[in-house]
């Protein structure tokens, strides 16, 4: 069993790789250099870490575990007869809370997830869609309850609600700033409300005007649509 400083030095050298893999990307680190920034001799992480790549699993099952676990034992803990937009909005509140308390390891979890060895990516997908399930189930809760847009997938919507979170990681990382609850509450209400004022309107759609073809014009290229990541 290891000592309380041991565990300690553990957790100092698993937050100072994931700031060290935000940086670099996974493949360019060395071990070397996790050493230098955990403030330590490169040596004694092995006896922590076998390897490079259990050190790199362990950031990831904490970036994304840390996260999923805060925001489902909040919602475990709300009352059963919660409505489920309520149940939503503390789901979001939470989220972008956790997010920021485990910073360095969530935006890791992000930056590499698609970067490491085949079979840890695998694992870690495995994580990704549970999280993603559990969002998803509270979306279709409050869409068949009718306070959350039906004509839109959930899974797209859980993928924008975890999504646009973990990209104002890049601009907005201070937990104790006076100003955290109010943006956590503009983050819950630009999520659920949107931005526009009043009703909502269903644009109306557009023909858009073919490029000309007459000789002597090029022909406009074609371009694709982007495809949403799945979940």
């Known amino acids: 069993m290891k000592t309380p400083k041991a565990r300690l030095k553990r957790e100092k050298i698993i937050t100072a790789a994931a700031r060290v ?67 939503l909005r503390a789901a979001i509140k939470a989220h972008f809370f956790a997010a920021i308390e485990h910073d360095e390891l969530v935006m890791a979890y992000w930056k590499i997830a698609d970067q490491v060895p085949d079979a840890i990516r695998e694992r870690q997908l495995e994580r990704q869609k549970a999280y993603g399930r559990f969002w998803r189930d509270l979306i279709l809760s409050a869409q068949k309850e009718g306070t959350v847009r039906s004509d839109i997938d959930a899974r797209y919507i859980s993928l924008i609600l975890i999504g646009g979170r973990l990209f104002s990681l890049t601009w907005f990382k201070q937990p104790n700033d006076p100003d955290t609850e109010d943006m956590a509450e503009i983050y819950v209400s630009l999520t659920l409300d949107g931005i526009a004022a009043g009703p909502r309107t269903k644009p109306e759609p557009r023909k858009l005007k073919r490029p000309s073809r007459a000789k002597g014009k090029q022909k406009a290229p074609k371009t694709k649509s982007a495809s949403p990541a799945a979940a």
Do not use: C, H
């Open 21 to 87: 893999f935000n940086r670099n990307g996974y493949a360019a680190v060395t071990m070397a250099e996790v050493a230098s920034e955990a403030e330590t001799f490169a040596g004694s992480l092995y006896y922590y870490f076998a390897s490079k790549d259990d050190l790199v699993e362990e950031v990831l099952n904490l970036g994304i575990a840390q996260l999923a676990e805060t925001v489902t034992a909040t919602i475990a803990e709300l009352p059963d007869d919660l409505r489920p937009i309520e149940r």
